[in-house]
């Protein structure tokens, strides 16, 4: 647990502001950001947080701040022309080379190293900040149902998706022996803890990248069965490297089953909130009972 400094807490509040403005305010992103070539100069400020805390940290590079301040206006400007040469919003090569990349550095670490080590998470915000900018206030790509204002309709799908995938997902898993019961029982205040954390920093950014904006966007080329298949395949391989330094291939078989129900779950009313209801409540079991 890193120790909170004002400059820490000042780092994350700014972080985590777009990510809360487009939860809670999607309205006022739609029609934030200015016409013109300033519209394009704004993310550029998502590199303030690495300031804060790399020059505090003694880990300051000129070019990671290159990075920080010039790919969120390359991705805020790829999608920009991309929303005036496709108004229908069917996809173009250009929103999925922002998915691409977003879902590759994220998955692969390739910006971690820029962090303090137990700092490294800021680094899949900032990402995920970048590709809100440029999906929901620039590119302003409809159907993506991303709000925390949680609804008893997002509780009862995302439960009842849980309750569809468990039966399937426990035996298989035990059987493969990826699974395993804990002995140890967590406090309640413990579980609490781990679902609330795992919806926000886990769940809410996963959602977001694959239902909101990927199974969103493949459904438009590929149909609703099609891109849920294409989409849970595609976050089952996202798992590939986890808690493995080869193919972990029992991992990804489990998650891309995982994946159809998260998809079932945002697809019924197109409900970021439901699906991340899903997949935190899955992770959050699974740590605390069956890893």
């Known amino acids: 647990m890193p120790h909170l400094t004002p400059v820490l807490v000042t780092a994350a509040l700014l972080t985590l502001l777009p990510l809360a403005a487009a939860a809670f305010f999607p309205a006022h992103v739609a029609r934030w950001p200015p016409r013109g070539p300033s519209a394009m100069l704004w993310p550029a400020l998502l590199a303030l947080p690495y300031l804060l805390i790399a020059i505090p940290a003694g880990v300051f590079h000129i070019s990671w701040l290159a990075v920080y301040a010039l790919l969120p206006i390359a991705i805020a400007a790829l999608l920009r022309r991309a929303a005036r040469l496709d108004p229908g919003q069917r996809g173009t090569w250009m929103d999925y080379s922002v998915l691409l990349l977003l879902g590759l550095a994220v998955d692969l670490r390739w910006f971690e190293p820029a962090w303090p080590p137990h700092l490294a998470a800021f680094n899949k915000i900032l990402l995920l900040d970048a590709g809100i900018y440029g999906f929901l206030a620039v590119r302003q790509l409809d159907g993506c149902g991303f709000s925390l204002r949680v609804r008893a309709t997002d509780v009862l799908i995302g ?88 193919f972990n291939w029992r991992y990804v078989l489990l998650a891309a089953i995982a994946g159809i129900f998260y998809g079932r779950s945002w697809r019924a009313r197109r409900r970021v909130a439901a699906s991340a209801i899903t997949h935190a409540s899955v992770d959050a079991l699974w740590s605390l009972f069956l890893r």
């Open 159 to 246: 439960l009842r998706e849980l309750a569809f995938y468990a039966p399937i997902a426990i035996p298989f898993g035990l059987a493969l022996r990826f699974l395993h019961f804990h002995a140890h029982r967590p406090a309640a205040g413990s579980a609490i803890f781990a679902w609330c954390f795992t919806f926000v920093f886990i769940a809410i950014p996963e959602e977001l990248f694959f239902r909101g904006w990927l199974q969103n966007l493949l459904e438009r080329r590929l149909g609703r069965h099609g891109a849920l298949a294409a989409t849970a395949i595609l976050f089952g391989l996202s798992h590939f490297n986890k808690r493995s330094l080869s």
